[in-house]
């Protein structure tokens, strides 16, 4: 983009969606608006004016108009709304809604009504809804993401919160400013999760949870004293303060743990208050929370948060558990399963091996027909334990049920647990591998990848997956089965931009124990088998080297597609720049 010419910040942002989460990208775009700040402003307010641009075009302009965040752009920006036909006010209303939002200035109303009143007057929709424009995606995807990331001003959600009152609008907008990190929007979450069912709230909640496992800092000090402010007042509302401490503990913060403490006395937060602690790794708050789990000892919300936190006192509370539920459960496959059950295997694989198995062995007459039991026997996997699981399990007339899902049972993929830690365990599943599910096979192949059990994995998993496999694993295994792999993706992918998923193909063959030239070997024969080359699959080739590759790999490729060397000398020219730049690095 030079001045005053913003045909190419246009073209960039028609390429690029706004939520993109293009860092560098957007660094380049803030970099040049606020050196010609002014021209491109004078320049956007023509082109809006006049309204004369492609659609496609417009959608550039308003998204660069979203860029600048000008006040001064807005009277443009209506006048080119209301030059729209109704078809293209929602084909472009996640621009104008965005444009429209920092672009406001003080009264936000003046454009955002308009925009309201066409949301407001979309069909409800079933959520499903990929090429139709309705009120609940209205504001969904892009416009979301945006708000999320770049809190808006503090008129603008004052506006949001008003337009709640739309009955037709109030969930749409609830999900549009959920996550916006803003006293304001936490204050109306809080109320709003104090006044709907636990269900229906689940999501709202659940989305600030993953805002800060994924993002972090999902509340900010400002947020967070409005909260503080909730919550800590015994004159507001009972469910309002519940809602509002569910919030606030949220992120964890270090001075968090002395105000917990400071109202351990509070009768309505209690309980509350103990867990806050619990998940903070608060020792001194064991006694108070193994009372309540003895009060609640059904209840499988307070065991689990025994996940976050060691106790001496854990192996005698589950045999409290154990003994309760061998008075209520069948002795019958169908029906041996009470109330705790999904989360009290897990705790007992936590245990001392030891330990572990003189819970199983002393209460294995009711646990024996339980999967979930069966399969944290295995887990812990001593000699006596692989036993008394052989020994059960010709009891049952489906096995193959039993070992479903085995990855979730042993929390392979279970972010913080660190899953299968001992060959033996592997080895426990020796007579069972015909029963496990595909997924589970090719869990146990990346683990062994993972922890080195190359060996283990080389005798008793690659047949399986060579026989089974209808992913990329069989290829890991079978040159031949890669190069069907690679021809298959690339064609399915033919279409897009870019072709990154090859380094993740590359990170998992590495992982095997294959070496680059290996790998690249591969590449090379998939080269060959192709009778013409077309972009895609040079792109792929040359990104492959990229990942993996040296000087002499590309000088290999460049051997193998002697044929297309001038048709695509751009390209070659530009891998070879960028190999000699990570030498240098």
């Not at 047949?463 to 890991?476: A, M």
Request: charged share 30%; proline share 3%; with cysteine.
């Amino acid at each position: 983009m030079t001045k005053p010419d913003i045909s190419m910040g246009v073209e960039i942002c028609i390429e690029h969606e706004i939520y993109s989460y293009h860092t560098s990208l957007q660094k380049v775009i803030n970099e040049t608006i606020e050196r010609y700040h002014e021209d491109i402003v004078k320049e956007l307010n023509l082109r809006l004016d006049t309204n004369q641009d492609t659609l496609k075009q417009r959608s550039g302009i308003l998204r660069l108009a979203y860029y600048t965040r000008d006040p001064a752009l807005l009277d443009s920006i209506i006048n080119s709304w209301n030059m729209e036909t109704e078809e293209n006010k929602l084909e472009l209303h996640a621009e104008y809604f965005l444009a429209g939002v920092y672009c406001s200035g003080s009264d936000p109303s003046v454009l955002l009504d308009s925009i309201f009143d066409v949301w407001s007057s979309l069909p409800e929709g079933k959520g499903n809804e990929l090429d139709q424009v309705t009120r609940g995606n209205f504001a969904a995807f892009s416009v979301h993401d945006v708000l999320k990331r770049y809190p808006p001003p503090t008129v603008v959600i004052e506006y949001f919160i008003k337009q709640t009152r739309r009955n037709e609008l109030s969930c749409p907008i609830t999900y549009m400013i959920n996550g916006v990190d803003h006293p304001l929007v936490v204050q109306y979450i809080a109320n709003y999760l104090a006044n709907h069912s636990e269900l229906s709230a689940f999501h709202i909640y659940q989305d600030w949870k993953n805002k800060e496992r994924y993002q972090g800092n999902s509340i900010s000090a400002a947020a967070r004293d409005k909260l503080f402010m909730l919550w800590s007042d015994a004159q507001q509302k009972e469910e309002l303060r519940k809602m509002a401490l569910k919030l606030w503990t949220i992120p964890h913060k270090k001075n968090d743990l002395y105000i917990l403490k400071n109202f351990e006395h509070d009768k309505v937060l209690h309980d509350q208050l103990i867990l806050a602690r619990i998940m903070r790794k608060d020792k001194t708050a064991l006694p108070q929370y193994e009372n309540i789990l003895q009060a609640n000892l059904d209840d499988s919300y307070w065991w689990q948060f025994f996940r976050e936190i060691w106790s001496d006192n854990l192996s005698a509370l589950l045999n409290e558990y154990l003994i309760k539920r061998s008075k209520f459960v069948e002795r019958k496959w169908e029906n041996s399963y009470y109330k705790a059950d999904w989360v009290i295997p897990k705790l007992i694989t936590r245990l001392q091996t030891n330990e572990a198995e003189k819970i199983f062995k002393t209460h294995w007459d009711h646990l024996k027909y339980n999967s979930d039991y069966i399969l944290a026997a295995l887990f812990v996997s001593t000699p006596e334990l692989k036993r008394l699981v052989a020994e059960a399990l010709p009891n049952f007339s489906d096995i193959n049920k039993i070992f479903d899902h085995l990855f979730m049972a042993w929390e392979l993929k279970t972010e913080g647990s660190p899953g299968a830690t001992r060959l033996e365990q592997l080895e426990g599943l020796l007579p069972y591998l015909d029963n496990l599910s595909k997924m589970d096979i090719y869990e146990l192949f990346d683990l062994c990848n993972k922890r080195g059990w190359i060996k283990f994995r080389k005798k008793y998993l690659d047949q399986i997956i060579i026989k089974i496999d209808e992913r990329e694993y069989s290829g890991f295994l079978c040159r031949k089965k890669a190069i069907e792999y690679l021809t298959r993706i690339v064609k399915e992918r033919k279409n897009e931009k870019h072709v990154f998923w090859i380094d993740f193909w590359i990170d998992k063959f590495q992982k095997t124990g294959a070496t680059a030239d290996y790998i690249l070997d591969i590449v090379f024969d998939w080269i060959k088998s192709i009778d013409h080359i077309n972009i895609y699959e040079l792109k792929t080739a040359l990104q492959a080297i990229n990942k993996a590759g040296n000087r002499n790999h590309f000088n290999k490729l460049l051997e193998v597609c002697s044929n297309v060397k001038e048709e695509y000398k751009e390209y070659f020219e530009n891998e070879l720049y960028a190999l000699k730049r990570k030498q240098l690095l």
